[in-house]
């Protein structure tokens, strides 16, 4: 029942200090917000008690300008619920300027260092230097004059030492949590700017390396294409060497499709501009989509490619983000695999995740290479044949398989070969899907 009630006010309490704070506040605006609203309810509370002391000992003036307190920090919650911020500052600073200079002066209990955290709560709460200078110069007035022309008890009769004490005690103790908050939100918001800066050095480099892609593997096959077509256009190319040239247009052309499709979006990628749909489908129409899509390749390289399943195996994702994936991880195997050797994509049932294993026979990987793969700390890499490759594509399917709610692994010895592991959430094949 205890840890019940205890729950209920740190909900109570957390609503309460957190009035007038939205999601789409600026963090410094927020945070002002919270400051003042911290400012006020635990003012509220001791205004009540100062409330019924006075009413108690007769001085019903005082118990007036409590109330009034009272009364402005409960307006200030208002419009704060309401979004009228700039009204709600301006309420709660003027009324407390007039209630606690007007306590100081006739009742002698202190009040006048409460004017004091108020000059601390307008240079925090205000950006520009004229409100700073007329609001803070009016608090500053008001403490002079409560200081050095106190009025007779006129009004009632004077507090105890014990509430003045206690006043002050409060008005310090606010003024102290007042600077450790905005301490707090100045570390925090520095901690920001400084993971904002990292984040735009990191998204630099990875523009670098993708104008260093487009340099060679855009440009590369462009000019190859040119000069052919230069040779076809001049008569250079007879009918013994038209088989050979088209086949390396062929090739040149699917390498610069692929490395085109890995950059337009991994770009999107970065601009978040990739929305991750999963819909039920077979892996296996994305792994015959593959293999017919890198069957010269495979041809070429005399490749032995070997499908193992234990069964239909039906995942939920993104079907094209999973395409580039298996595409990706496939030309990879390819790469690095030596001519004649064997390349095998084994599916797996696992319960509530289907298992996608793409190995190869090929030339492997350190581990020093391993611990590199899935960053943009990666070397250009060739194949056996030559090929090129900056590693963006498994930058990028390491990316896709994390929006999926997937995981991949790798595995590799080098000169013995590489195996890459995928996890997916499996799904069920429904009448309404296209499969």
């Known amino acids: 029942m205890r840890e019940l009630l205890f729950k209920y ?21 927020s945070r002002r917000t919270k400051l003042l609203n911290l400012m006020a309810v635990p003012g509220t509370f001791l205004m009540f008690i100062y409330l019924i002391i006075n009413i108690v000992n007769k001085r019903y003036a005082l118990a007036g300008l409590n109330l009034l307190n009272m009364c402005t920090t409960t307006v200030l919650l208002v419009l704060h619920k309401y979004r009228k911020y700039l009204s709600a500052r301006l309420v ?3 009324c407390s300027i007039i209630i606690y200079t007007v306590s100081g002066l006739y009742f002698h209990n202190g009040a006048e260092y409460y004017l004091l955290l108020l000059l601390i709560a307008i240079i925090l709460i205000y950006d520009k230097w004229w409100i700073v200078i007329c609001l803070g110069g009016h608090a500053i007035a008001a403490f002079s004059v409560v200081l050095l022309f106190p009025q007779p008890a006129l009004l009632g009769a004077p507090v105890t030492k014990y509430q003045v004490w206690s006043n002050i005690v409060v008005a310090i103790l ?3 949590g007042n600077l450790i908050f905005f301490k707090i939100v100045q570390s925090e918001n520095q901690k920001s700017i400084e993971h904002q800066r990292q984040a735009l050095l990191a998204m630099n480099k990875d523009k670098e390396k993708l104008f260093s892609i487009l340099a060679h593997d855009i440009r590369g096959p462009l000019a190859t294409l040119e000069g052919v077509l230069d040779m076809f256009h001049h008569g250079l190319v007879d009918n013994t060497y038209m088989a050979d040239t088209i086949h390396v247009l062929q090739e040149k052309i699917s390498q610069f499709g692929s490395s085109l499709d890995n950059i337009l979006r991994w770009s999107s990628r970065s601009m978040q501009g990739i929305q ?22 495979i041809k070429q390289k005399k490749i032995i490619v070997k499908v193992e399943s234990s069964g239909e195996h039906i995942i939920k994702a993104d079907r094209d983000q999973v395409a580039v994936i298996i595409r990706n991880l496939f030309s990879n195997a390819l790469k690095f695999s030596n001519e004649g050797s064997q390349v095998t994509i084994e599916t797996e049932d696992l319960g509530d995740k289907i298992s996608i294993r793409i190995s190869d026979q090929g030339v492997g990987m350190s581990n020093r290479q391993i611990k590199s793969l899935f960053t943009t700390s990666q070397q250009p890499v060739y194949g056996t044949a030559g090929e090129r490759g900056f ?7 390491h990316e896709f398989t994390q929006l999926n709610n997937g995981s991949i692994q790798v595995e590799s010895l080098t000169g013995k070969g590489t195996t ?12 309404d899907e296209d499969d």
């Open 9 to 29: 006010i740190a909900i109570g309490w957390n609503n309460i200090i957190n009035v007038g704070i939205y999601p789409s506040m600026p963090y410094l605006e």
């Open 92 to 94: 709660l600073i003027s």
């Open 174 to 176: 606010c003024i102290i």
């Open 276 to 297: 991750t749909i999963p819909t039920n489908f077979s892996i296996f129409i994305i792994i015959d989509e593959v293999l017919i899509f890198f069957d010269l390749a």
């Open 391 to 397: 590693g963006l594509g498994l930058l990028l399917s």
């Open 420 to 431: 890459f592991g995928i996890l997916l959430p499996k799904g069920e094949l429904s009448f």
